[in-house]
Antibody
Framework: QVHLQESGPGLVKPSETLSLTCGVS?????????WGWIRQPPGKGLEWIGS???????YYDPSLKSRVTISIDTSKNQFSLKLSSVTAADTAVYYC???????????????????WGQGTLVTVSS | EIVLTQSPGILSLSPGERATLSCRAS???????LAWYQQKPGQAPRLLIY???SRATAISDRFSGSGSGTDFTLTISRLEPEDFAVYYC??????????FGGGTKVEIK
């Protein structure tokens, strides 16, 4: 059974870089699937941040692209998120998740998220 | 970017009743590439439906998805106590640009 677990600091200062890691167990991240990050501000909805394949290919939400870096470490079976220049608006529960992909009419597409990690709250505050 | 609008924001129903949740897209969703998730307080979202109408593994047949183009519906045939939660839709028709709806809360009346 696939299990994902987020880890990282729960408190980050404004203007600094948020760094999180998602450890995957029960499945080799080199075996396929994209691996994504999603966040949820307190009391609000879900926002996709970006996703990565074991080859290193990445997709990012355009609104966050300038501040986001997602990387992957297949030797540790984990992938990571870095979000730079954070503000209070980046305070959220951050989730990692797996999602399938396929080539549709010559275009790579990524699909739904399943399963998800339990999420980790990151607060941006001085 | 496709904007997903979910309605109603809050749905107040009693156990045993039927719940009908709507997700409307600002433009047609390619191949009806739409998923539904359930989220309970303090928990991560759980996939219920993908490709608009396919149930995910181990999801009760009380849950069904329908719709096409810009209008999609999640139906819960008979609400059980554990079904009271927030439900989100997500489109992946403009993948790799992925978007979620704002959610519908199903609460006990």
């Amino acid at each position: 059974q696939v299990h994902l677990q987020e880890s990282g600091p729960g408190l980050v200062k404004p203007s600094e870089t948020l760094s999180l890691t998602c450890g995957v167990s029960g499945y080799s991240i080199s075996s396929g699937y994209y691996w994504g990050w999603i966040r949820q501000p307190p009391g609000k909805g879900l926002e996709w941040i970006g996703s990565i394949y074991h080859s290193g290919n990445t997709y990012y939400d355009p609104s966050l692209k300038s501040r986001v870096t997602i990387s992957i470490d297949t030797s540790k079976n984990q992938f990571s998120l870095k979000l730079s220049s954070v503000t209070a608006a980046d305070t959220a529960v951050y989730y990692c998740a797996r999602h399938p992909h396929s080539m549709i009419r010559g275009v790579e597409m990524v699909f739904w998220f399943d399963p998800w990690g339990q999420g980790t709250l990151v607060t941006v505050s001085s | 970017e496709i904007v997903l609008t979910q309605s109603p924001g809050i749905l107040s129903l009693s156990p045993g009743e039927r719940a009908t949740l709507s997700c409307r897209a600002s433009q047609s969703v390619y191949n009806n590439y739409l998923a539904w998730y359930q989220q309970k307080p303090g928990q991560a979202p759980r996939l219920l439906i993908y490709d608009a109408s396919s149930r995910a593994t181990a999801i009760s047949d009380r849950f069904s998805g329908s719709g096409s183009g810009t209008d999609f519906t999640l139906t819960i045939s008979r609400l059980e106590p554990e079904d009271f939660a927030v439900y989100y839709c997500q489109q992946y028709g403009t993948s790799p640009a992925l978007t979620f709806g704002g959610g519908t809360k199903v609460e006990i009346k």
